[in-house]
């Protein structure tokens, strides 16, 4: 569960700025807190804001830093897309920041980087503010020479073996360039147990959802998960989408390609066999295909959909469905994941193709469910989503721009609006900012642009 994000210098964040998921004092839909020993936190929350506020960038921001600690290569964002209206802002600080819950401990996670080069980096077991924090490990180095150190807890120092790990991996393995936190995935030793627990939250409890995402191998959590199963076909058929059921399609992977195609079916097949978890996702535009094993022998998965206009006499493809389908069920691992799991999601343009009415009944539905266990935390754009019923003010913040070109995160509960205030209309009017500035569109005289016969 993420309790704060921090960036510094990346896109449109130019000094450091928080997003959290800290309750104010708000007793409204208590049932929204998630409890723990040593804090409270959220599990809603919609992010507003003009095109080019900076809502996207939040989220991107999180993405990367992900994307690095799991891949462990430098993502050149992280070089390139400094703040660009500071002029000298390529040689400055980029700063990443991040706490968050795993298994009841809190953890903080810092790495500032200049010019590509890591120039700190530090995991801490969270005081929460209450307390002292106690580092994991730290990291530091210098751009102008090669200065790198690294530092880990007492209790690596004082193990016989683990104490040879630290040297091994400055003076062998660890460039300037890649996390310490990377290398921590595999740590067998349990005095790096803290260390491989944090990497781990990041690979499993940390989902990021752009606007063109689609989740992978859906037909085989179909198939092998009857509760999923199940949920998918009540929300297909709960929002009237004219599907009845869903199916999935198992196909001998000889008779999906063909005669005339049989050298990639014996590429597939090779490279399944070969493969640990023997699977292989195969998209086009709209559709995906599964490949696998089953009893050693490689077939081809799809999803079909029954619907109730002909009594499921006829099946659909995914890319026969209509946009708004597609995307509801492209979904449905996310919410069922932030439903029954202890994970994290950050949805962008959650509206995104989807009717306003549905998205809607969807989030009241995860809002008004005292059952839910993860954190639910979207960008959009949808105003009809503003609505106390639904969202604590503490749950709704904006992101605005401001004179210098950079974005500022503010929550709604700042404002300290009556719970009876219609929000969305004092939002349209721009009384919490987060809105785009129209110039006077009466004025604007197109026609000119016209060509003349």
Request: charged share 30%.
């Amino acid at each position: 569960m993420i309790i704060r994000f921090i960036v510094k210098n990346l896109f449109s964040f130019k000094d450091f700025t928080e997003f959290n998921m800290l309750p104010g004092r708000f007793n409204r839909l208590s049932h929204h807190l998630f409890k723990t020993d040593k804090t409270e936190l959220l599990k809603l929350n919609a992010i507003y804001g003009a095109n080019g506020a900076g809502k996207s960038n939040l989220i991107n921001a999180l993405a990367i830093l992900k994307d690095f600690l799991i891949d462990g290569e430098m993502p050149i964002e992280l070089i390139t897309e400094t703040f660009k209206f500071d002029t000298e802002s390529s040689t400055k600080d980029v700063y990443l920041g991040i706490e968050f819950i795993k298994d009841d401990v809190p953890y903080y996670y810092g790495l500032t980087i200049n010019q590509g080069i890591i120039i700190e980096e530090e995991l801490q077991i969270s005081g929460l503010g209450k307390k002292d924090d106690k580092v994991l490990f730290s990291r530091t180095d210098k751009v102008g020479e090669k200065n790198l150190e690294i530092v880990f807890s007492k209790e690596v120092q004082e193990d016989k073996e683990a104490a040879m790990y630290p040297s091994f991996l400055k003076n062998e393995v660890l460039e300037r360039n890649k996390p310490v936190l990377f290398y921590m995935k595999n740590r067998q030793n349990k005095v790096f147990a803290h260390c491989k627990s944090a990497w781990e939250w990041f690979d499993a409890e940390l989902e990021l959802i752009s606007p063109l995402s689609r989740p992978g191998g859906m037909a085989i959590t179909l198939e092998t998960s009857k509760e999923f199963h199940e949920f998918a076909i009540d929300i297909m058929r709960s929002f009237n989408t004219g599907i009845q059921d869903i199916h999935v399609e198992t196909i001998a992977i000889e008779d999906y390609f063909g005669e005339d195609n049989k050298l990639e079916a014996e590429k597939i097949t090779a490279d399944l066999r070969a493969k640990s978890d023997r699977m292989k996702v195969v998209r086009s535009q709209f559709d995906e295909i599964v490949f696998t094993l089953e009893n050693n022998n490689a077939v081809a998965k799809r999803i079909l959909f029954s619907h109730s206009e002909d009594n499921g006499n006829v099946r659909f493809l995914f890319s026969e469905e209509s946009d708004g389908t597609r995307r509801l069920m492209e979904y449905l691992p996310a919410l069922f994941n932030a439903v029954n799991n202890y994970r994290t999601y950050f949805i962008d343009e959650i509206e995104r193709s989807i009717h306003p009415l549905l998205i809607k009944e969807l989030i009241k539905k995860f809002s008004h469910d005292p059952e839910t266990k993860g954190q639910l935390i979207f960008s959009t754009h949808e105003s009809n989503l503003l609505d106390q019923d639904i969202f604590r003010p503490d749950e709704i913040w904006f992101a605005e721009k401001n004179k210098e070109g950079a974005t500022e995160l503010y929550a709604l509960s700042e404002f300290k609006e009556h719970h009876t205030i219609d929000i969305r209309k004092g939002y349209l009017n721009g009384r919490y900012g987060g809105i785009p500035f129209l110039g006077n569109l009466k004025d604007l005289n197109w026609e000119k642009y016209a060509e003349t016969n």
